[in-house]
């Protein structure tokens, strides 16, 4: 049923089905945006693609601009860039069209529009969000490009303070898109190396949270069925980037992640996040590469939800092992590699690794509340590729 057009109202307002960006303009619309600024990464913008989506908004009299001034990993001085442009045009709303970085730069850039404190003052501790000027914030029309990291119907964004040399989370209810649109077309030409890393990410996110000991049924339901979408269709879009179907439904999969995360993260990702920020590695496959080091070190509390997942998924054998096998096997199978060794990472840092990842946001989720000694063995152990 994946070639159906349908719109749903949870968590936002989402447009689902191939060949749906048609409806950009219709959609700004929809929220009032006569002079969307459309925020995008430096490779998408030379791409004919954003080209065509430009003069069809301003086929349809928007007053449409381009911002493309953004890293991979975006920072401070780039949303401040995105805040001037969007002021000088006199922009009205972001249309966020790419990966998590374009994502996470256009809900930045929106958040600040007529903000008068600085960005940094807005960072996801205590009740920081409570600062903000709702009134001063535009609405938000999030386009995902690839099928990982749900940001789309996230809602905040991870943003680089280049002088402090660390990653901020910048949060506000808010910044939740107002609208999505998830159209499988948009991401046809992914490479099947990045459809395998960021599928993964997208299986991380949803296995995160349901293992997750947080009481949050929700999310765990949804994790459930994200992790089935997964299963039955990483492989067929890694296999056949052509495959229409399977790259629709790991689209909606990377959304049911980043929905069911609200429930928490885990070790994969407090490790990911200094891994990522240390060796510039990519999130995705560092997730990928994690996943079954993490999975066993917290095996003595997860061993319930591990039956439940392998019964829901159907795998071979039951329980943990059943759960383990699986993905160990996926990963095979989409050509991710085993040890953290082989992605570049190296042992030097090991001690610092560990530190930093039981600092890290995300491992307030973990089942198992680990040490940075222990963190540091986890991290040694997925260097050396010892399960
Ligand atoms: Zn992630």
């Known amino acids: 049923m994946w070639h159906q057009s349908v719109d749903w109202n949870y968590p936002t307002h989402i447009r689902v089905g191939p060949g749906r ?7 700004c619309e929809q929220l009032g945006i006569r002079a969307p600024l459309l925020v995008t990464d430096p490779g998408l913008a030379e791409l004919p693609m954003v080209q065509r989506v430009l003069e069809s908004l301003r086929g349809e009299k928007l007053a449409a601009g381009l911002f493309f001034a953004i890293k991979g990993n ?6 401040e860039a995105g805040v001037d442009a969007l002021r000088a045009g006199w922009h009205d709303g972001v249309i966020s069209l790419g990966g998590g970085s374009a994502m996470d730069a256009g809900k930045a850039i929106a958040l600040m529009a007529g903000q008068q404190r ?3 003052d807005f960072e996801d501790a205590g009740d920081n969000y409570r600062r903000v000027d709702v009134d001063a914030m535009v609405p938000v029309i999030a386009v995902p490009t690839t099928a990982g990291t749900g940001s789309e119907v996230g809602r905040s964004s991870v943003i680089t303070d280049t002088q402090a040399r660390k ?3 910048i949060f506000h209810p808010r910044m939740l898109p107002a609208l999505v649109i998830l159209d499988a077309e948009l991401t046809l030409g992914l490479p099947a190396t990045i459809t395998a890393a960021t599928g993964m990410d997208a299986l991380s996110h949803n296995l995160e949270a349901f293992c997750s000991p947080s009481f949050h049924p929700m999310a765990e339901g949804i994790a459930l069925e994200g992790m089935r979408l997964i299963r039955e269709n990483l492989p067929r879009a890694v296999a056949d980037g052509s495959d229409l179907g399977a790259r629709q439904q790991m ?3 990377s959304s049911m992640g980043a929905t069911a995360f609200q429930r928490g993260l885990g070790a994969m990702h407090a490790l990911a996040h200094p891994l990522g920020a240390l060796y510039d590695a990519h999130h995705g496959l560092l997730n990928a590469v994690l996943m079954p080091y993490v999975l066993q070190a917290n095996r003595a509390a997860i061993e319930v939800p591990m039956a439940r997942l392998a019964r829901y998924l159907d795998l071979a054998h039951p329980g943990f092992d059943g ?3 699986w993905i160990l096997e996926l990963r095979t199978e989409i050509g991710i590699p085993h040890s953290l060794e082989e992605i570049g990472i190296d042992n030097r840092q090991v001690e610092k690794v560990g530190r930093m990842a039981v600092a890290d946001a995300a491992a307030g989720g973990n089942p198992i509340a680990l040490d940075a000694a222990q963190y540091s063995a986890l991290f040694e152990r997925a260097l050396r590729g010892v399960v």
Do not use: F, H, T
């Open 167 to 169: 990653k901020r989370i």
């Open 323 to 325: 759960v383990q096998d």
């Open 74 to 79: 975006p920072c401070g001085e780039n949303i």
């Open 118 to 120: 600085p960005l940094w």
């Open 21 to 27: 960006i048609s409806e950009l303009a219709g959609a």
């Open 251 to 253: 689209l909606v999969a």
